[in-house]
């Protein structure tokens, strides 16, 4: 397991900066959740707001954060006129339901259309 550092011999910042520098020459982003799980296993306390005043100082953006409608607009697929809603799904299961089965509700629809065409 990794040995503790006397806290007051370490300097926190310069710990952060050692990290970060090797993060970004192994060609990844410095992010303060890893900093600060790198600098805990080696036996290092730090807070994410400490090193991402650390980041910022030496230079490196703050990640932009999505609205938070952002992420639930991209799930939701586009509705057409061949889609289906939750409210027409939960529907057609309270018809299959009534019916005793899909197999009777589809049976259902298909002698309903013999009748429509």
Same mark, same amino acid.
């Given at each position: 397991?990794?040995?503790? $550092? !006397?806290?007051?011999?370490?300097?926190?910042?310069?710990?952060?900066?050692?990290?970060?520098?090797?993060?970004?020459?192994?060609?990844? $982003?410095?992010?303060?959740?890893?900093?600060?799980?790198?600098? $805990?296993?080696?036996?290092?306390?730090?807070?994410?707001?400490?090193?991402?005043?650390? &980041?910022?100082?030496?230079?490196?953006?703050?990640?932009?954060?999505?609205?938070?409608?952002?992420?639930?607009?991209?799930? #939701?697929? #586009?509705?057409?006129?061949?889609? &289906?809603?939750? !409210? !027409?799904?939960?529907?057609?299961?309270?018809?299959?339901?009534?019916?005793?089965?899909? !197999?009777?509700? &589809?049976?259902?629809?298909?002698?309903?259309?013999?009748?429509?065409?």
């Amino acid at each position: 397991m990794a040995e503790k $550092k !006397d806290a007051k011999s370490v300097n926190k910042s310069e710990e952060i900066r050692k990290v970060a520098a090797a993060m970004k020459a192994a060609g990844e $982003k410095p992010r303060p959740v890893v900093i600060v799980a790198t600098l $805990k296993k080696q036996g290092v306390a730090v807070s994410s707001p400490q090193v991402s005043m650390v &980041l910022k100082r030496m230079g490196f953006k703050p990640r932009r954060r999505r609205k938070a409608g952002a992420a639930v607009k991209a799930a #939701r697929p #586009r509705a057409s006129a061949a889609a &289906l809603s939750i !409210d !027409d799904l939960i529907t057609a299961k309270k018809v299959v339901e009534q019916f005793g089965g899909a !197999d009777r509700a &589809l049976a259902a629809i298909a002698a309903l259309k013999k009748f429509e065409g």
